[in-house]
């Protein structure tokens, strides 16, 4: 069942007055389960906004799948994408500033001349990315798998870990 089809049964059944809530537990999980439902659509809006204007700074897109994205030039500064799919994404020109990159995934990611400046890449896998040009100054690379990146210059970011190209 969706998300869209249990929220407006559940609104219909409210407000013809066909659901009785009895009990504080009842309306206690009824209150709750509506939360979700309003939270969970409201996450979806932030990737419709990206997709539709290539714009969504300070966006929720934690553990979005933007496999082969073309995000060229978008505006992501300060986004969360922790645990974010962006495996072979175009993030050229793209300005990803003090975005939140925990855990997410950029294998063959074409970031070239893209703005990571404060971006916290802490854990995230960079495998074979292409970063000729990438503005990387304060950004956090702690424990991230750099392994084959292209043109990454890492002078001024902080705990660059080892890059192996085996």
């Known amino acids: 069942m969706s998300k869209i089809f249990l929220y407006r049964y559940l609104q219909s059944h409210i407000l013809n007055h066909q659901v009785i809530i009895r009990g504080p537990m009842l309306r206690y999980i009824f209150l709750s389960v509506m939360a979700l439902l309003l939270l969970s659509a ?3 809006n932030d990737l419709a906004k990206l997709n539709e ?5 300070k966006c929720d897109l934690r553990g979005a799948d933007l496999t082969g994205a073309n995000l060229s030039g978008a505006n992501l500064s300060g986004a969360n994408l922790s645990g974010a799919n962006l495996t072979k994404a175009d993030l050229q020109w793209a300005d990803l500033s003090e975005a939140n990159l925990v855990g997410a995934y950029l294998i063959d990611a074409y ?3 893209a703005n990571l400046a404060g971006a916290n890449l802490t854990g995230a896998d960079l495998d074979r990315a292409d970063l000729q040009g990438a503005k990387l100054v304060g950004g ?10 292209i043109g990454a210059d ?9 890059i192996n190209c085996d």
Request: proline share 7%.
């Open 140 to 149: 956090k690379q702690e424990g991230a798998i750099l392994d084959c990146v």
């Open 111 to 113: 970031l070239i001349d």
């Open 154 to 162: 890492f002078a001024n970011a902080l705990n660059v870990p080892d």
């Open 53 to 57: 204007t290539n714009r969504c700074p």
């Open 42 to 44: 409201c996450g979806g």
